[in-house]
């Protein structure tokens, strides 16, 4: 038979991951296991430090910042590969994943329960991002106004906001051991697609073992962001009954 008139069967090839955008979210879940660790090491008085400092600030701002750029890049992406459903599948593990972090830590620590932590603000923030994911320069330019705004403006300010809803509207532990607030972060998602756009993704950083723990990490980042502490915790505690 002619080879030109040879019928090849449709075989799906699966899309190569981005080793950079992995590394890049791996990065951001080793700095967030080094914040952890550090906090449980100061809530058994193994370290001395205010949670308030600067340092600790401006450190968790810029986990955040790794995190929550990532997830809009990855949400461009995966729009662009036109696997729609990846992206509401996405939304469902985010969805049973948030819950049993407020399941776990209601039972645990009733009084400081996570109620709107990270994985909350991620589901929150990827359904509202969604429709602008067509369009990365506007929804960058969108992300810096917000931004811009948030710091150098009242604007976007509600220091009374919080305190008027748990208090009118829904009872809600005045502490929890994990917050994250719309404004500005909202503004980072939004800058995330624009890193997908300008093809940061394709970016090579080498096979070193580095590289490629940073790139594990970041492919697994929600099943160890729901495990680490847990570990990190126990860990901490073990040794110092074992000091006592």
């Not at 948030?150 to 604007?155: G, K, S």
């Not at 970016?203 to 990190?232: C, D, N, R, W």
């Amino acid at each position: 038979m002619p080879a030109s008139s040879v019928t090849l069967p449709y075989v799906t090839v699966a899309k190569k991951r981005s080793v950079f955008l992995d590394a890049y979210r791996g990065f951001a879940v080793a700095l967030m296991i080094v914040f952890h660790f550090c906090w449980d090491l100061r809530n058994f008085d193994f370290l001395q430090f205010s949670i308030h400092d600067p340092f600790w600030v401006y450190f968790r701002s810029l986990i955040l910042t790794l995190f929550l750029t990532a997830v809009g890049w990855s949400g461009y992406l995966t729009h662009q590969s036109n696997r729609p459903n990846t992206l509401w599948g996405r939304d469902l593990k985010l969805f049973i994943a948030a819950a049993a972090i407020s399941l776990t830590t209601y039972l645990a620590a009733p009084t400081q329960w996570i109620y709107f932590g990270i994985l909350h603000f991620i589901l929150l923030a990827s359904l509202l991002t969604r429709p602008l994911l067509h369009w990365p320069i506007l929804s960058a330019l969108l992300g810096a106004l917000i931004l811009y705004t948030y710091h150098f403006t009242d604007w976007l300010m509600f220091p009374n906001a919080f305190d008027f809803i748990t208090q009118h509207f829904i009872t809600l532990p005045t502490r929890t051991l994990d917050i994250v607030f719309p404004f500005p972060w909202i503004g980072v998602v939004l800058i995330g697609p624009l890193l997908g756009y300008l093809g940061w993704q394709t970016v090579s950083i080498g096979e070193s073992l580095t590289v490629k723990v940073l790139a594990f990490m970041g492919q697994y980042a929600l099943p160890i962001y729901l495990l680490h502490q847990v570990v990190l915790f126990s860990a901490v505690a073990t040794f110092k009954m074992v000091l006592e």
